[in-house]
């Protein structure tokens, strides 16, 4: 429930202009629930109506992506781009390629990029796109033809320092080859437009890892300072087996904890030994396989179609798949089980009664604005790096990613402290990423 008349109207404003989207209007009543303390201290939100202009895209592009299959059949997607916030830099944010790609989801993406990227304390506004293209059970010849036209539209708003698009759900290093090089070709201009780069053009070492390695090093923190605690055996669950899910997974080895499950959208995988990652790279990365061959090549591990992961005894659990795939029903099992932390590596995978039970049971939540922030962290380096012509070592950018999620944790509590919410990491990331987009609103004029 709403505590400020102010907060609440422009909730329901949003919500009476778009009732039809209910995953944005889902994180923008988090947000906006949230940040109630701070919008009540200050009321030079209101006269400068920063609330009713930072739940409004500043640009909203969708067209229509035309392109022939294997057999010369045509097919039309949609594309989208939501261009949300430059107060503080160029717009930043990934695309994703899934089925169910629609606009209130790329909303709901965007306006959560412009909080995670102040988090980051670097120079990126926020942004989203994609298309409701699946590149599941594409050929090579398909896919590049999609990413070629997709981009033949979208290169005329995008740009090195204008909106700087990334990979998401659907989009890895594959795709972001074949959306950077129609983007040359038309532009004429080899520029850093795109991060997740490959590395022999531009991209940064770390950036594969980052959203991953970035969610265990923000973990092991909060562990560290509130509980004087590490992964050091631990069970961990997690859930998803892409980019974020494999290299969560790795760093929370790495770190001391045992994983035991995976999963995609056909089912999940059971290792009690722990998962085995070197056999899940190969299925998922390099054959692009279901996770369900994991448990043929690897005994003792069980294969549990359609199930999902939360039924397994966890100290902690890394949702790194999608969102709202962590209901209060999984919330209930993983607390009945004695989970201790849960830490979002996917964008909004808890939904508010999930959140709302770890809250009541006492369970330490790290919210996926500020807990994924690592991978636009690098994707930042990646900018940096571009600009300057020059490469850092793996080395060089793990130790800037660390130093950055220790930094969110840090300005997480420090915030939540100032306001009086003791250890909030939810409210304390919230209003301090909303503190500096708003203060750079005001300070540049009515826009
Ligand atoms: P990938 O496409 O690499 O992997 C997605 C994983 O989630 C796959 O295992 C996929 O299974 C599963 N999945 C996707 N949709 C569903 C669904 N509807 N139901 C069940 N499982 C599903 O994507 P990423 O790992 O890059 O992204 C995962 C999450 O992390 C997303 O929420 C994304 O927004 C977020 N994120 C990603 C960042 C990045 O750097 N890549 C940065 C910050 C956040 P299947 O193969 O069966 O589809």
Known sequence: MFTTKYAERVFSETEARTPWE?????????????????????PVYEQYAILERIVEPDRQLKFRVAWTDDAGMVHVNRGYRFEFNSAIGPYKGGLRFHSSVNA?????LGFEQVFKNALTGLWMGGGKGGSDFDPHGKSEGEVMRFCQAFMSELFRHIGPDTDVPAGDIGVGGREV???FGQYRRLANDFTGVFTGKGLDFGGSLARTEATGYGLGYYTQEVLRLLKNDSFEGKTVVVSGSGNVAIFAAEKAAQLGGKVVTMSDSGGSVYDPAGIDLDLVK?????????????ADARPGATYRAGE?????????????????????????RLIASGVTMVAEGA?????PAAIEAFRAHGVIFGPGK?????????????????SQRLAWTFDQVDAKLKSIMVGIVNNSLATAERYG??????????IAGFERVAGAMIDQGVL
Do not use: H
Request: contains cysteine; aromatic residues 6%.
């Open 370 to 386: 500020a807990s994924n922030a690592g991978g636009v962290a690098v994707s930042g380096l990646e900018m940096a790096q571009d």
């Open 104 to 108: 209130s989801i790329l909303k709901f």
């Open 308 to 332: 999902r992961v939360w039924d397994v005894p966890c100290d902690i659990a890394l949702p790194c798949a999608t969102q709202n795939e962590l209901d209060e029903d999984a919330a209930m």
């Open 177 to 179: 080859g074949y959306l």
């Open 282 to 294: 190969d299925i998922k990365l390099r054959r692009r396989a279901r996770i369900s061959e994991y």
């Open 22 to 42: 209910p995953e944005f209007l889902q994180a923008v009543r988090e947000v906006l629930l949230s940040i109630e303390p701070v919008v009540e201290a200050n």
């Open 347 to 351: 964008n909004m995978p808890s939904t």
């Open 421 to 430: 919410l003791g250890q909030d990491l939810v409210t304390g990331a919230n």
